[in-house]
DNA sequence: TATTGTTATACTCTATAACTATA
DNA sequence: TATAGTTATAGAGTATAACAATA
């Protein structure tokens, strides 16, 4: 807490700062299906990848409240996309699991090759794409951090 | 439009997407300056940038609607941060200039070295910061493409 | 008519605090 | 008491549509 971070490193925290906000924009606005947020997208997604869990592991995994999570996930469930059941051994929890109709939602995103951004990554030379693969796990480091 | 972008650019666009949005929700809860929220924050930085300008320029560098401005910068101007002046060669445009605290808080935040994220990055390896240094001019590329 | 900016309104996302139900 | 989840509420950020003022 009391140690200074390097001037560089304020440096390109401000740029990345930035840079990070104004992507975030675009890809608020530019996302693939209209009807359905970027969030309840996102949520779908890691419910898919980890399936089952409980909205509370479900909030952990996306850093975020429970709270904010239960408009996400009624969205979810009334679309048709995920299932909620009462867990049997304890009665508090909830289990959320993916319907095939989530399933396929979630890939139709992940294959959609038309994909604004994909497009825009597409549009970029091989060094580029290479650099920001080799960066994702810096962004994400950062992302999930304490 | 009709293009499709390769398998490798929609996998790199959805991890991409997670991790930026992600890193976005934690800068906009990890701010230093609590009492002043994170979009006035970058439009006033980007005033000081490019002073004198209009909103409507301003709109174009922070890619947003003219509208979606207007309570940030009676926001800005309401603290003491900028001054709105009638162009007289044109009645319609209001010239927005940053005052001195308007200036102070800019550099504040750009050398405030305890700042969350320049913490975070002064805790990866020399080699992770390279990257990302690297990456920047990329990740904004990808921000404000058309 | 076209441009600049504002107002009114609404939607999404997220948070905190208080509550219910279960353990 | 402690935990899982929900509800109520609030605030930030952004958009669209309709408007006023100026050119």
């Given at each position: 807490m009391t140690k200074l971070a390097s001037p560089a490193s304020a440096e390109l925290a401000a740029s990345l700062r930035g840079a990070v906000m104004k992507l975030s924009r675009r890809l608020r606005s530019q996302r693939v299906d209209e009807s359905l947020g970027l969030s309840p997208l996102l949520a779908l997604a890691t419910i898919e990848l980890r399936e089952p869990l409980s909205p509370s592991a479900l909030a952990q995994f996306e850093q975020l409240r429970p709270s904010s999570l239960t408009?996400?996930?009624a969205t979810l469930e009334e679309r048709g996309f995920i299932e909620r059941q009462r867990n049997p051994d304890d009665g508090r929890q909830t289990v959320l699991t993916t319907t095939q109709a989530g399933r396929d939602i979630v890939r139709a995103e992940r294959e959609r090759r038309q994909?604004?951004?994909?497009?825009?990554?597409?549009?970029?030379?091989e060094e580029e794409r290479a650099q920001l693969s080799a960066v994702l796990p810096v962004l994400r480091r950062l992302g999930s951090a304490e």
């Open positions: 408009r996400v996930i994909e604004w951004l994909a497009h825009m990554i597409d549009s970029l030379t």
